[in-house]
């Protein structure tokens, strides 16, 4: 990062870029042995100029998080409104997460890191509360399968929804763990796709 470029920036600018700049650092190591030296060193800029935006290190990660979430949320806003076929618009949302981990691993990392702070109470309440938040668009997708006929109506809707949203995190853990060119996006389609075959009426 170049310091004197992020003097002509703005606050909003600067503060993205020391965002930017803290994924990268945590993805470099783990929250915890992240320093806010580390971050302004990789952002460029001055310690303090950091504690202008985020009064901690803990809440520059929260922010982060909230960022992937609103992200998150908004992807699925997007869906429901372009595809009206539940089991398309499931299959389509995993297909876009497995895209998106792939061009974004640090922001991969970080998630794994915040699941390790789980004991916290803000990064641990975060994390759970996006998983329900997750899990619960999935029940939704659902149930309109059902109401569309495309569900299985002998189905158990809370357990197949965190099934679904637990083929995320094992994606997640295939890609954190594969060498380079070793996690083919064919193996990832497939998975969806038996899961999703699993529930078609």
Same mark, same amino acid.
């Given at each position: ?17 020391? !965002? ?7 993805? =470099?190591?783990?929250y ?17 100029? $950091? ?5 901690? =290190? ?9 960022n992937?979430s609103?992200?998150?949320? &908004? &992807?699925?806003?997007? +869906?429901?409104?372009?595809e009206?076929?539940a !089991? ?5 949302? !995993?297909?876009?997460? @497995? ?19 789980? /004991? ?13 938040? @997750?899990?619960?668009?999935? =029940?939704?997708?659902?149930?309109? +399968?059902?109401?569309? +006929?495309?569900?299985?109506? /002998?189905?158990?809707? /809370? ?8 083929? +995320?995190? $094992?994606?997640?853990?295939?890609? !954190? ?6 996690? =083919? ?9 038996? $899961? ?6």
């Amino acid at each position: 990062m170049k310091a004197a470029n992020s003097k002509r920036l703005t606050a909003k600018e600067r503060k993205r870029l020391v !965002l930017r700049s803290a994924i990268t650092a945590f993805g =470099k190591s783990n929250y915890r042995a992240t320093r806010m030296a580390d971050i302004a060193a990789e952002a460029g800029v001055s310690e303090a100029m $950091l504690y202008k935006h985020f009064e901690s =290190k803990k809440v520059m990660f929260l922010s982060i998080l909230e960022n992937v979430s609103h992200r998150t949320a &908004t &992807t699925i806003g997007k +869906g429901f409104e372009e595809e009206p076929d539940a !089991l398309k618009l499931l299959r389509r949302l !995993l297909i876009t997460y @497995y895209n998106q981990i792939q061009e974004h691993p640090n922001l991969l990392k970080l998630h794994f890191q915040a699941v390790s702070e789980i /004991d916290d109470e803000e990064i641990g309440g975060r994390i759970k509360n996006d998983h329900e938040v @997750y899990v619960n668009n999935i =029940k939704e997708l659902i149930k309109k +399968g059902l109401e569309q +006929g495309t569900v299985r109506k /002998d189905i158990e809707i /809370d357990p197949i929804a965190w099934l679904f949203n637990g083929i +995320g995190v $094992l994606i997640s853990m295939m890609v !954190l763990l594969g060498r380079e060119g070793e996690i =083919k996006r064919g193996i990832a389609d497939k998975m969806i796709d038996h $899961l999703i075959e699993s529930i078609r009426a």
